[in-house]
């Protein structure tokens, strides 16, 4: 394995340690009950032709 397969392996490794920034997100992520998500009835962007 040569050294720039070896950094660019290590750089992942590294990389995937991090789980602040996930945890973060999750933390701030706004809930919705079933009542609310039943009564959407807003449509948009899909069409065929």
Same mark, same amino acid.
């Given at each position: *394995?040569? &050294? +720039?397969?070896? $950094?660019? +392996? !290590? +750089?992942?490794? +590294? !990389? $995937?340690? @991090?789980?602040? &920034? !996930? @945890?973060?997100?999750? !933390?701030? *992520? &706004?809930?919705?009950?079933?009542?609310?998500? *039943?009564?959407?009835?807003?449509?948009?962007?899909? @069409?065929?032709?």
């Amino acid at each position: *394995m040569n &050294k +720039l397969e070896f $950094s660019i +392996l !290590a +750089l992942f490794v +590294l !990389a $995937s340690c @991090s789980d602040q &920034k !996930a @945890s973060n997100v999750a !933390a701030n *992520m &706004k809930t919705y009950d079933i009542e609310q998500i *039943m009564n959407n009835e807003a449509v948009g962007g899909g @069409s065929f032709s």
